[in-house]
């Protein structure tokens, strides 16, 4: 849990091979299997596997801790089910039924507190979430984690200032939190502030070693400060990648939408939309402001379900 934490391709890697030892010392453990599900949907998220790679073993593992836990002791279990009905199923109903089942058994999880608040963040109700991710810093204070998952709940809701705060906060915690970092990015490019959004993007891509969300979030920070050249040679790189590795068509989709390209924006996220990647789910996030903007982008997100 530790690993997945910090959001790295080489400690995502980590924590896999840890869940699957766990496994291999007891298949029948629950939590491992929870585990194992939380890791792929992780991976997919962040574009480290495809996203149907990440929703296939997702499922598959969720669905088998949710088998061996029945008399529902852990909410860790009950997190498998809302991760599949966030992040691949786009069911927030189902989601939300989920991690309130898991708030019930263990009412003092930290990670069903945080991860209800991101559900309501990524909907909209950034003061409800605001209430889960206090009770998560009371139970757990310390954890940069927590603070900027709350901090990108406040972002989604358009709170930018306070959001900034948050991030500045978790980095007090964690100097390399990718989340705190990238999310800074996208907050100072919210308030225009561009010449900070690509310093924070820089220092994101090189914390986590150039993943491809992150040049990604680097080529729409230049593009939208004006510095199309660079952009480009983003861009350029992002499609060279993508002959050898998987590199999601959501981040082609984000440079061309800084460079003001909306019908190839538009051709790519639609190709996003078509894979479903799970990072959908955070629609509100600046990187997709200039998609907003259009109201075919309102259209795909009621055809998808994600509005």
């Not at 924590?15 to 453990?29: G, Q």
């Not at 991690?99 to 991101?118: Q, T």
């Not at 206090?134 to 930018?160: I, N, T």
């Not at 959004?197 to 040049?215: C, G, H, K, L, Y």
Request: glycine share 6%; hydrophobic share 45%; charged share 25%.
């Amino acid at each position: 849990r530790y690993l997945w934490v910090h959001r790295r391709k080489d400690t995502m890697k980590l924590a896999l091979e840890s869940y699957r030892l766990a496994i291999e010392k007891d298949p029948s453990y629950a939590l491992a299997h929870a585990g194992l599900c939380w890791i792929y949907t992780i991976m997919g998220l962040y574009g480290a596997i495809p996203p149907s790679t990440a929703r296939a073993e997702a499922e598959a593992a969720g669905v088998r801790a949710l088998s061996l836990e029945t008399d529902h002791r852990f909410a860790d279990v009950q997190i498998s089910a809302w991760a599949l009905g966030f992040f691949f199923e786009w069911d927030w109903r189902a989601a939300l039924q989920a991690i309130s089942r898991a708030i019930e058994i263990e009412p003092d999880h930290v990670l069903a507190r945080v991860f209800k608040g991101v559900l309501l963040g990524s909907s909209g109700s950034s003061d409800v979430a605001a209430a889960e991710f206090a009770k998560a810093r009371e139970l757990d204070p310390l954890s940069a984690y927590v603070v900027s998952c709350a901090g990108m709940a406040s972002l989604m809701g358009g709170q930018a200032n306070r959001a900034i705060a948050e991030f500045h906060e978790a980095l007090e915690l964690d100097r390399e939190n990718v989340q705190a970092l990238s999310s800074l990015g996208m907050a100072h490019a919210r308030e225009r502030d561009f010449g900070e959004a690509v310093s924070w993007f820089e220092r994101t891509v090189d914390v986590t070693a150039n993943m491809p969300i992150w040049q990604a979030g680097l080529g729409w920070a230049l593009a939208e400060m004006g510095r199309a050249e660079e952009a480009r040679a983003v861009l350029a790189g992002l499609l060279e990648r993508a002959e050898s590795e998987y590199v999601s068509p959501l981040y082609i989709s984000w440079v061309h939408s800084g460079l003001g390209e909306t019908e190839n924006a538009f051709e790519w996220v639609t190709k996003a939309l078509e894979e479903k990647n799970p990072y959908l789910t955070f629609w509100r996030m600046p990187v997709f402001d200039g998609l907003r903007a259009d109201p075919r982008f309102d259209d795909l997100l009621r055809q998808a379900g994600l509005r």
